[in-house]
């Protein structure tokens, strides 16, 4: 299946490095705003989506890039193409907040979906961690 690449920007209000990273480049950050359970260990990724009593969904990834407060990268074990998710962190000169920037890979026609799970993930991480 051919995939289009996708690129999202969303501008933090976060000054700290620090916190911004936590976000990114741990299971408890992830947890708060990408899915209901985020599990590492090594390089292995567990995410899991909705309760065990109900609808339930878990997607198990390989971390194949972390470059500490910059970006982490991972591949769906489940997927047998190039495709990745990307999630970097850059911060601005002029404000010293930082902007997230996405990058994941969707078939197109999952494409509107995918951009409001993103739409969705932004809102989350907003509401639970007030950046």
């Known amino acids: 299946m051919n995939k289009k690449k996708i ?7 976060s000054t700290s490095r620090n916190i911004v990273w936590q976000l990114i480049g741990t299971a408890e950050g992830l947890n708060r705003w990408i899915a209901d359970d985020v599990k590492m260990n090594g390089k292995h990724i567990e995410f899991a989506w909705g309760d065990d009593w109900r609808h339930h969904e878990t997607r198990q990834a390989t ?28 911060r601005s000169s002029l404000s010293g907040q930082y902007t ?7 078939s197109t026609d999952d494409l509107e979906w995918l951009q409001d799970t993103w739409s969705h993930n932004f809102e989350r991480l907003r509401r639970t961690s007030g950046v």
């Open 63 to 90: 971390l194949t890039f972390c470059e500490r407060y910059e970006r982490v990268r991972w591949q769906w074990d489940d997927e047998d193409d190039e495709s990745f998710v990307e999630i970097r962190m850059e």
């Open 100 to 106: 997230l920037h996405v990058t994941d890979f969707v």
């Open 7 to 13: 690129e999202i920007e969303h501008t933090l209000n």
